[in-house]
């Protein structure tokens, strides 16, 4: 193991590490997100080309949807880093009676997501790596086509958040055991030794989206439809490697961080520059990742609003190790001016 990826445990258990902070940034391959080998290569030569310190594997964003039996057009993108939808899994909340648990090494989606870490893994043994994986609750929204976040106008449901969540609360809560099965069984794979079948990987990228944002779920609805299949998944990440890493993310404005804290995880990212967001010096006895907004990373972004972004957030963490990354995925594509100053202001070369 080298000196980077120990850094990256020492400073995920708030170990003694020997630097201040390790430097990674992450962004969708557009062009390169389907196919094991295709997306294990563009995503080791991303990491290689700005050497990141650690990685947090970015898969394409609906591969969930995608293994319940959501359709998209992969040649198609709609202006953003979602392909085209031509169909979804949940239209109604009759669909929720469907939506049962996958073997992940049954399911063409989740077995290629399994072979493409194991590659990234063995490509990039010198550092952590981290994959990531939605919260039950994120994936249920998904297949319906319902928007993660509050506000966001890209989805096109045919049902509503209320009628498919609250109206029917033992369909979509059995939906949400399934899923949470299925994404347990997943993630214990990934952080499973080669040894024993799994994909090697250091620990878990766990976003739990939006579903924090601006209480989009008040925090008993979280209680009830997000925190208990939540659990499930977290706890057989812990189980199958006692030593894998959480990185709980929680993502855009109001997203409450303080819900998520004794999750079990290691490490918390929200975006300090969001509104309602504590400041990432907030002392919530977790390694936190902070760093310059990724709003500053579009390709006309502003590279001294990174540079600023920087200094201000290691001046806000002298004396604690942190991880040093965008507040989220970087645009597609990205400054290259941005990330070069990212990269550049890593300490452990």
């Known amino acids: 193991m080298s000196d980077r990826r120990e850094e990256f445990h020492a400073i995920a258990r708030d170990g003694k590490a020997t630097v201040p902070y390790l430097v990674s940034a992450w962004q969708h391959l557009v062009g390169h997100e389907y196919g094991a080998a295709d997306f294990a290569a563009a995503t080791i030569g991303f990491v290689k080309q700005w050497d990141w310190d650690w990685v947090k594997i970015n898969p394409r964003a609906i591969y969930y949807s995608e293994a319940w039996g959501s359709r998209y057009d992969p040649s198609e993108y709609d202006g953003f880093v979602i392909p085209r939808k031509i169909s979804?899994?949940?239209?109604?909340?009759d669909d929720l009676?469907?939506?049962?648990?996958?073997?992940?090494?049954?399911?063409?989606?989740?077995?290629?997501?399994?072979?493409?870490?194991?590659?990234?893994?063995?490509?990039?043994?010198d550092r952590a790596v981290l994959d990531t994986v939605f919260s039950p609750l994120s994936v249920l929204l998904q297949l319906a086509d319902l928007p993660l976040y509050p506000g966001d106008t890209y989805a096109r449901p045919s049902v509503t958040r209320d009628d498919l969540v609250f109206e029917h609360p033992e369909d979509a809560k059995r939906a949400l055991h399934n899923i949470a099965d299925t994404l347990a069984d997943y993630a214990a794979t990934l952080v499973s030794p080669r040894s024993e079948g799994g994909a090697g990987l250091d620990g878990i990228f766990y976003a739990v989206t939006g579903t924090a944002s601006q209480e989009y779920f008040n925090a008993s609805q979280y209680a009830e439809f997000g925190e208990p299949y939540d659990r499930v998944v977290l706890d057989a990440i812990a189980k199958a490697n006692p030593d894998a890493e959480i990185l709980l993310h929680t993502c855009r404005d109001h997203s409450h961080p303080e819900w998520f804290v004794n999750f079990g995880e290691q490490i918390l990212q929200w975006d300090q520059y969001q509104q309602g967001n504590p400041q990432i010096d907030t002392d919530f006895s977790t390694v936190p990742v902070g760093g310059p907004s990724s709003d500053d990373f579009v390709v006309d972004g502003s590279a001294e609003a990174v540079s600023r972004d920087i200094r201000e957030t290691v001046r806000r963490h002298r004396g604690s190790a942190f991880l040093l990354?965008?507040?989220?995925?970087?645009?597609?594509?990205?400054?290259?001016?941005?990330?070069?100053i990212l990269s550049q202001a890593k300490v452990a070369n």
């Open 325 to 340: 990354a965008p507040s989220c995925t970087v645009p597609t594509p990205a400054s290259e001016e941005s990330l070069t």
């Open 88 to 93: 979804s899994a949940v239209t109604s909340p």
């Open 97 to 125: 009676h469907a939506i049962t648990r996958l073997d992940p090494h049954e399911n063409r989606q989740l077995s290629e997501q399994l072979e493409a870490a194991a590659a990234i893994r063995d490509g990039l043994d």
